[in-house]
């Protein structure tokens, strides 16, 4: 924890401010796609040392990141947090260390129920119905937490993938070989090019959407050093994943390509199952 | 006097212009054709191209219906098969290209082997190499026991190491003495591992330029394993073998052996010392400075430049030494 | 007074017959030559040795110079066409022969570079380096800036920084097909090194669309002038450095796109720096080093590998283009005169020297006598209106013949031109030639011959003396 920073205020937020804050870290789920946790706690049986529900809430506000958020839900009973770009396996972590805190401090012992929140679509109001229903299930199965599935999935999201390679017979290959793969909420865009410039000029790389580039170094043009260089100076770099293609086997270039943006590096000729593999890979590591 | 030859000449400019006029028209006739064999090949691709991807892909079966009908469809699934033999590999795919091939190609290929002109030949033994088609390997033995051209030799030897590797080097082993230093790092490059092992155990049998090849190329193959071996060949009478042998356990890119590396900074030969001034920079500073100080002076400019990123630290040490000294 | 004037008329007219015969007998030859061995190579697949060449484990590192002199215009493609290039290992070194414009401003800013040190090795004696950049987008990409030298000192700088035991010249204002390294590089890589220098084919790029140093679309220039130099770079290449090359014979390979072995190079003296066809001279001084030497390696011409360039396109810079060359040409022959029926120098010295003397070199003064005559015959009429007519068509067959025959060979071997109308546009303009592009280009040449003449009685004993020294020394 950033000690620079505790001294800052940090309050349970009420059920007016809530649905607010929800709203806004959802906004940011969407646009850097990584999943927030929604955590919903629920205390057992009576405070024995004589902690009310308000001190133990407290004594959650300290102990998460600085990113959480505390929120009172409107029962009793309960504490809900808020944990963006955590999912839940960082969750579940935080709980076994919050319950150890607990029972060293000889208060009571807790139940949680764990949300994934991913899609744009859910509200505030639906998760904690659902996380509710996931402490129900808890206290039934006695497990300390539950982890519950709004059904709502990942929206489905565009991904471009554009594919230069000077061969024409090769680059459609590969376009269909990435067009066979199947990644769930994923929907590929592929475009094929035969140089860098074709590429640049296209206006193909000006929106939003996350682009995967698989590019060969030698390109007729603007090779694959130039449109690397390209699409790094550009002021939404980070959308673009960079896998270069080389025929150049040598460690020099290797290190010289990765030290210049690119992601992964294949040498060819490669296997197209292995490639397959790799760009699946690459398209899973987008949401996280 | 003169009037005969003018009528000559005037005949003869005549004749020669008339023939350049009929060549003409036979190109563009034979260019007509030609643009018609590639408007039927870009055609065939068109069409093709997809299922041809699904069968090499693994998922499903070659259909009738990609087997070349001519001259201009041979041309574009070889079109199909070169670009993905150059840009993937994968042994699925080169046995579904060996099998259709040896299926639909052979019997073209054959003609083309018996062809007199010297470019068709050597584009079928390429393809024939390429491709793997080995129903072939017959008729590629019978075209090596004929008079054929350099070219021509070498791609004989890369098939017969392809399709026939046990006992190459024995049937070979003769032979690499006029093929050149390219051509041999090619084809011990190339050669599976049991075969490889063959060439180097009988070094001593090998052409010179073979010999140094192949001590090239273990150091390309960076193999841990082949050290003793290399060790051994630094004792060789050969100096050109010895430069090499140390030139190749400088690639295997680790910390030399101490024995080794104090014989090569001693060494009277330059290129020794050289390389072994590039095998200093593996090694912790300490330990490089002992051996660069024997190098500082080196009569060889190579040498010193070389060493040249040791530079600051070696004035340094000479500082230490003579404060310690004085 | 007649009986003089015939007997003149007769001499002249002799000895022209006499040139023209073995010029054309030559020719025939060297067509013949071409013919064979582009039938040969006609259907081969070259794409298969350039994969297998492209392969890091078996080729040579090449440094690649590049000269430029206020090259603003063209260096920027000519660097992307060489960044370009399918090739393993190369480092680029655009050397900046001090231009007054802003050469090196423009590469400096277009490639992202920084002042960075690289080591060389002072093997030749060069004007001072300045300073030494390097590209922080493509990290085998160098400018170093020179004071200003001339072009041979400007690569003999190259050749000091470059790293690599091969270095490649080209141009900076020409442009490499991306293979075209591959290609050069071919027989040097396959001979064992005997091969020490090796040259491509040199095309004419005017009228083509050029985009980033990529050759998109190969049209004919609409300009006849330009038309007329493409006919003429064809010939010259088919009807002069394929069998030259056959034979070990080559003495000019264009230093548009040649590549050297750097030990050879430096063992002939480098470049040498005060003639003016630098590039012809080097040659002939690694011819001259291999023969006196008794050394069995050899220069080739190499027909496939292209390298595009600008020809010049108004006539007045054509004019002193090849003032220049015909200067360098003759300087470059007289200053190894003693090769000249010398056996010791086989056939370079027996048939190239010679070849070089009598066609190259004067045979224009003899095709200008050529023309003088025709037009004298004519209007003296009589008996020498037929030594007019014969002369004529030996004339038509000399140029025009020629010229539609190798238009034709080319088209049917290499295809340049793929469309059907440029060939023939080429054909018909080669009809033309012999009543304007030939005689001009002859004038020129001559202007080129008295003007070095000229040069040559002023440059004293001392510059021939070196010159000699450098090609003999070891």
């Given amino acids: ?288 | 006097m003169i009037g005969l030859p003018v009528g000559w000449v005037l005949g003869g400019v005549a004749f020669l212009l008339g023939l350049l006029l009929l060549l003409t028209v036979y190109l563009f006739i034979a260019r007509a054709a030609e643009e018609k064999r590639a408007r039927r090949a870009s055609a065939y691709l068109e069409r093709h191209a997809a299922a041809w991807f699904r069968h090499l892909r693994g998922f499903e079966p070659a259909g009738n219906e990609l087997a070349p009908q001519d001259r201009a469809e041979v041309s574009a699934v070889e079109e199909v098969f070169r670009s993905y033999l150059n840009n993937l590999a994968g042994e699925g795919m080169q046995n579904r290209i060996r099998e259709f091939s040896n299926r639909h190609l052979a019997g073209f290929y054959r003609k083309k082997l018996k062809s007199r002109n010297w470019s068709d030949r050597l584009n079928a033994l390429y393809r024939i190499h390429d491709f793997g088609i080995d129903a072939l390997a017959e008729d590629c033995r019978a075209l090596a026991r004929r008079e054929v051209s350099q070219e021509e030799r070498f791609q004989l030897l890369l098939i017969d190491l392809a399709f026939r590797p046990d006992g190459f080097v024995d049937r070979n082993i003769r032979l690499n003495g006029n093929i050149s230093e390219v051509e041999n790092k090619e084809l011990l490059f190339r050669m599976p591992e049991a075969v490889f092992d063959e060439a180097a155990s009988r070094l001593d049998e090998l052409e010179k330029d073979t010999q140094y090849a192949l001590v090239d190329v273990l150091g390309m193959k960076q193999d841990l394993a082949r050290l003793p071996f290399l060790e051994k060949l630094l004792g060789s009478t050969d100096q050109e073998l010895r430069i090499r042998a140390l030139r190749a356990v400088d690639a295997l890119g680790i910390r030399t052996p101490d024995g080794i590396l104090r014989r090569a900074v001693d060494s009277p030969v330059w290129q020794e010392r050289f390389i072994a001034a590039r095998m200093i920079r593996r090694l912790p500073e300490s330990e490089a400075l002992r051996y660069a100080e024997k190098l500082a002076g080196d009569e060889s400019w190579l040498v010193r430049e070389e060493l040249r990123g040791l530079g600051p630290a070696l004035e340094r040490r000479q500082l230490e030494k003579e404060a310690a000294l004085g | ?474």
């Fill in chain 1, 1 to 288: 924890m950033d000690h620079s920073v505790e001294h800052a205020p940090r309050e349970l937020l009420g059920s007016g401010q809530v649905g607010y804050v929800f709203d806004l870290l959802k906004a940011n789920v969407v646009r850097s796609r990584r999943t927030m946790a929604f955590v919903l706690i629920g205390f057992e049986g009576e405070f024995e040392a004589g902690e009310t529900e308000d001190q133990i809430c407290a004594r959650l506000v300290k102990s998460v990141r600085m990113t959480d958020a505390v929120f009172s839900a409107a029962l009793p009973g309960e504490c809900g947090l808020l944990m963006p770009q955590s999912g839940k396996e960082e969750a579940a972590a935080f709980l076994r260390r919050f319950s150890k805190e607990l029972r060293s401090a000889g208060t009571t012992e807790i139940r949680a129920a764990v949300l994934e929140v991913q899609h744009p679509g859910l509200s505030f109001e639906q998760s904690l119905d659902l996380a509710r229903g996931g402490l129900v299930e808890a206290a039934a199965s006695g497990e300390t937490v539950a982890f519950v599935d709004a059904g709502l999935g990942r929206r489905t999201e565009t991904v471009k993938v554009s594919v230069l390679d000077p061969d024409p017979l090769f680059r459609e290959a590969l376009s269909m070989s990435i067009g066979s793969l199947r990644v769930p909420s994923v929907e590929l865009d592929v475009r094929t090019f035969g140089d860098g410039l074709d590429l640049l000029e296209s206006g193909w790389t000006a929106s939003w959407h996350p682009h995967l580039v698989i590019l060969n170094d030698v390109l007729p043009k603007q090779n694959g050093l130039d449109v690397l260089h390209a699409l790094r100076q550009m002021p939404n770099e980070q959308k673009f994943t960079v896998l270069m293609m080389t025929r150049r086997n040598s460690e020099e270039d290797m290190i010289y390509a990765y030290e210049s943006g690119t992601d992964e590096y294949l040498v060819k000729p490669f296997n197209l199952r292995l490639f397959e593999a790799q760009v699946k890979r690459l398209l899973a590591r987008l949401w996280s």
């Fill in chain 3, 1 to 474: 007074m007649n009986q003089a004037l015939e007997w003149i008329m007769l001499f002249f007219g002799g000895l022209i017959f006499a040139y023209m015969l073995v010029v054309i007998v030559a020719y025939s030859l060297m067509f013949l030559f071409a013919f064979l061995e582009l039938k040969k190579q006609r259907r081969l697949d070259r794409r298969e040795l350039d994969e297998r060449f492209v392969d890091a484990f078996y080729s040579k590192p090449v440094s690649i110079l590049v000269p430029a002199y206020n090259e603003e215009a063209g260096v920027v493609a000519s660097i992307h066409s060489l960044l370009n290039l399918d090739y393993p290992q190369t480092e680029l070194l655009v050397i900046d022969d001090g231009s007054k414009d802003g050469t090196a401003a423009l590469v400096i800013g277009r490639f992202d570079m920084v002042p960075a040190e690289k080591p060389m090795l002072p093997q030749l004696q060069t004007k001072p380096v300045k300073e030494v950049y390097r590209s922080r987008i493509h990290p085998n990409l160098w400018l170093i800036r020179k004071e200003n030298g001339g072009k041979g000192d400007a690569l003999n700088v190259g050749i000091n920084f470059a790293r690599y035991p091969y270095f490649c010249t080209i141009d900076g204002d020409s442009i490499l097909d991306t293979r075209s390294l591959l290609r050069v590089m071919k027989p040097i890589m396959t001979s064992n090194g005997k091969v020490v220098a090796a040259g491509g084919n040199v095309r004419i790029v005017n009228g083509l669309t050029v985009d980033y140093g990529a050759v998109d679309d190969v049209r004919l220039s609409g300009r006849a002038l330009v038309v007329m130099q493409v006919v003429e770079y064809l010939r010259a290449f088919l009807m002069g450095r394929i069998a030259l090359s056959k034979f070990n014979m080559v003495l000019i390979i264009s230093g548009a796109f040649s590549v050297f072995s750097k030990k050879f190079a430096i063992a002939a003296g480098g470049y040498n720096t005060t003639t003016i066809g630098e590039d012809m001279e080097m040659v002939v001084k690694i011819q001259r080093f291999l023969k006196e030497q008794k050394l069995d390696n050899r220069v080739e011409f190499v027909p496939d590998p292209v390298c595009w360039t600008e020809a010049p396109q108004s006539l007045s810079i054509l004019r002193r283009q090849r003032r220049r060359w015909h200067q360098g040409l003759l300087e470059s022959l007289w200053a190894h005169r003693r090769m000249t029926f010398n056996p010791k120098y086989g056939t370079v010295g027996m048939i190239s020297f010679p070849y070089f003397w009598l066609v190259e070199c004067f045979g224009p003064v003899i095709e200008l006598g050529g023309y003088i005559y025709v037009i004298l015959a004519f209007f003296m009429g009589g008996i020498y209106y037929e030594y007019a007519v014969l002369l004529m068509l030996l004339f038509i067959l000399y140029g025009t013949v020629f010229s539609i025959g190798s238009v034709l060979l080319e088209s049917w071997s290499l295809n340049a031109f793929p469309k059907r109308r440029d060939v023939l546009r080429m054909m018909a303009l080669s009809f033309t030639e012999v009543v304007w592009y030939k005689p001009l280009t002859l004038v020129w040449r001559i202007e080129g011959l008295i003007r070095s003449m000229f040069r040559i009685s002023s440059w004293g004993e001392m510059e021939r003396v070196g010159a000699t020294t450098k090609g003999a020394s070891k």
